[in-house]
């Protein structure tokens, strides 16, 4: 049974940062490619970054680009998603999601999901 943990989120001003983290147990994370996806309220689900098995393939959507940073580390079974210059708008609830061999945006490409933890920016 593959399980995927979120912690990190939290209220955070306009301009801050956070780090989220997702820990992956069950099964050998480094055979899996990792993504984060979010969720406003009233909204669909929408994908934030990927990465792929080897760490070197990177993807993020265009609302996130050079603000956030999706990264990867095999011995600790934890993604990350680094968040600066946080915005109102990126308030939701993020969750992050495995998928196996090929890194995806796609939300139902991807097999196991996390709970999701919460992201609040205030203005």
């Known amino acids: 049974q593959v399980q995927l943990v979120e912690s990190g989120g939290g209220l955070v001003q306009a301009g801050g940062s956070l780090r989220l983290s997702c820990v992956v147990s069950?099964?050998?994370?480094?055979?899996?490619?990792m993504g984060w996806f979010r969720q406003a309220p009233g909204a669909e689900r929408e994908f934030v970054a990927a990465?792929?098995?080897?760490?070197?393939?990177?993807n993020y959507a265009d609302s996130v680009k050079g603000r956030f940073t999706i990264s990867r580390d095999d011995v600790k079974n934890t993604v990350y998603l680094q968040m600066n210059r946080l915005k109102p708008e990126d308030t939701a609830l993020y969750y992050c999601?495995?998928?196996?061999?090929?890194?995806?945006?796609?939300?139902?490409?991807?097999?196991?999901w996390g709970r999701g933890t919460q992201v609040t920016v205030s203005t």
């Open positions: 999601a495995a998928k196996d061999r090929v890194y995806s945006m796609v939300i139902a490409e991807y097999d196991y």
């Open positions: 069950g099964r050998t994370f480094s055979s899996y490619a």
């Open positions: 990465i792929s098995r080897s760490g070197a393939f990177l």
